[in-house]
């Protein structure tokens, strides 16, 4: 007779072990503690008469036959999700977690045409910088540098950014130096921006108030607060009505980028549908590329 499969569960705790490497992770994610993780997996070794994981203290590497096993569970249970969809027979909310300011800028304005296409479902929208515990996405769009253990990532356009402010403060400037001599609203950029557009090491003020995002920043500047440094893809249309002015051509682009993640394994055709969409219009050209003055 065939030997019984291990319980399902006891596969999962398996597939979040290896994408995590690490068991504290994996027990956040599958809300559990990390001893029930480790627990659930010295069982499943002992009832396949495998190794499945090497520990050492608290770090954990999947074996060749923990990676190989997990990578299949990974598949199987994105099957299996689709599957259970199917089954269902009616379009769940697909729920889609992204960062403040590219919901806002970018995702939101774009979901009209995205229902307009025949395989459209219904988006179940969440805004936050922090990505969500197992289970409560389908897909996050985040932002960094790529390192995304455990998800399969599709990179969508590079962070990009140059210096925008408003009008009445961007009266008489005729060199990129002069920025220098302005109030300049804090980001981690501006180094790069200046030494990129030319002027080396000037001597930088920046604006006392330190905003969490860029969408807070584009406001101060619209007031006349300071210079941004700020998106001009994302933030093309506050360009185009002459909200802000972007005085110098300079664009600084990458090394991070915005990410769109999955679950591996995933193949809901309702998700892979808005991952395509997603990446299509990423790969559209963007008014918000072009230099306004």
Known sequence: MPKRLPALDSLRFLEAGARHANFTRAADELGVTP??????????????????????????TP??????????????????????????????????????????????????????SPDAVPI????????????????????????WPGFEATALMPVDATAMLSPALAAGLS?????????????????????????????LRFYADDYPTHE???????EGAGVALLSPR??????RDGKLVQPF???IRGPAAHYLLLWPGEARPAVLHFRDWLADEARRPDGGLTPVA
């Open 35 to 60: 001893a029930a993780v480790s627990l659930r997996i010295r069982d499943l070794e002992a009832e396949l008469g495998v190794a499945l994981f090497r520990r050492s203290g608290p770090a954990v």
């Open 63 to 116: 074996t060749e036959a923990g990676a190989a096993l997990a990578g299949r569970v990974a598949k199987a249970l994105g099957l299996l999700r689709a599957a259970v969809e199917e089954c269902r027979g009616t379009a769940e909310p697909l729920r889609v977690t992204a960062v403040p300011t590219f919901a806002m800028r970018w995702l939101t304005p774009r979901l009209a045409a995205y229902h307009a």
């Open 124 to 147: 179940r929208l969440d805004v936050s910088a922090e990505l969500r515990p197992a289970e409560g996405f389908d897909i996050a769009i985040r932002t960094g540098p790529g390192d």
């Open 175 to 203: 060199s990129p130096a002069d920025l220098a001599a302005l109030r300049l609203l804090p980001h981690p950029g501006w180094p790069r921006w200046f030494r990129e557009a030319g002027v080396e090491a000037p001597a």
């Open 216 to 222: 807070l920043d584009a406001a101060a500047a619209i």
């Open 234 to 239: 994302l933030f093309a249309p506050l360009l």
């Open 249 to 251: 051509p300079h664009i």
